[in-house]
């Protein structure tokens, strides 16, 4: 979540996300028109570009040397691509190709996969154990859950009843997380073994399309969303244990009164009842549209990142203690010059003493990151989970620039 990529009618943008106040464009290429898949290699040069005008065609680049390290073609359109420093995964609609990224061999094809319209699949971005995910099945929300690494199935998890719409690893690659096409409950399993963790509701009013799933780096929240305005954040806890002592309130009341009705309940009805509500959410100023979620940690504070398909990324404050409603505080054009446009609504938004989300939203300074455990400058990662990027395997497709970051704008 360090940089952003988007794909255009001229080409492709690649964006540096280092700052809040100033969007930097890294790299822009005109060369092929309508790409409607670009995936960059963490902060590296190597980029994955798949255009219309060749569906069948993936190009991998050096963009900064501006040179081509090898193209592949397939059998029928690309509808996705994920990459690690280990693997680079082709997604079809009936099959799968996972190359070595070392020298862009193909390392295995699964063939005959159910039915796969939308190219759903998610890889583990730690490379240590390569995971990959996708729909075990068209019609039940089955998940397949294959090592990239030992190229054998780990296992079949089932997830929920209808067909999948989403799926996310966090940083290490010890959870899943799924949406079903109905998008009203969220389920995060253990990797490798495939037990549920945790269970959240997103709402219960209507059907949704769930558009993005993502974890925070310390796997300490999970983001849904989807096609109406609300974005939701999931707090990855056990409320029993995080709270043990509740005030006396009339609400804390009742919550002890449904929790002792749950065991007098059906299974299927008292698990809904447990359901964790959202710890945070967003109220976007659009529905309908797909958008991108990032869960990121910009100038050292937690920011949640929603880019949408009109071509504009809005940045909003996250507060990792209290949660509640995230205050918007900035919101870019990535269509334009790159030049960033003033988010006009923040003068508008009366001041709350004392509360999280109004003292950061015009903070110039940073503060002192020891308020916010598990977040740190290095992206939010907790040392000692995540292998370093910088830690590429050597081989034809070697890197000289890995740790270069932010690139240098062009």
Known sequence: ????????TTGYRLFSLSSVEQLDQVH???????????ERLFSSS??????????QQMNVYHFKKGTEICNYSY????????????????CLEESIYIHNIKDMKLLKTIMDTPLNTTGLCALSINHANSYLAYPGSATSGEIALYDGNTLKTACTIPAHDGPLAALAFNSTGSKLASASEKGTVIRVFSIPGGQKLYEFRRGMKRYVNISSLVFSMDSQFLCASSNTETVHIFKL????????????TWSGYMGKMFQAATNYLPAQVSGMMSQDRAFATVRLNISGQRNICALSTIQKLPRLLVTTSDGHLYI????????????????????GSGKMEENKENDLQPPVPQ??????ARQST???????????????ALRGEVIPEHEFATGPVCLDDENEFPPVSI
Do not use: F, W
């Open 28 to 38: 822009e290429s005109n060369e092929i028109p309508d790409v409607y898949i670009v």
């Open 46 to 55: 190597l980029v994955v570009v798949v255009s219309h005008a060749k569906p």
């Open 366 to 380: 940073v503060p002192s990151t020891s308020t916010m455990p598990g977040y740190s400058e290095d992206g939010g």
């Open 316 to 335: 909003y404050n996250l507060d990792p203690q209290d949660g509640g409603e995230c205050v918007l505080i900035k919101n870019h054009s990535l269509l």
């Open 355 to 360: 509360s999280y989300a109004a003292t950061v």
């Open 75 to 90: 059998s029928s359109k690309i509808l996705s691509i994920r990459l690690n420093r280990q693997r680079l995964v082709v």
């Open 1 to 8: 979540c360090s940089s952003l990529a988007i794909g255009t």
């Open 237 to 248: 806890e056990h409320l029993t244990d995080s709270r043990p002592e509740e005030p006396p």
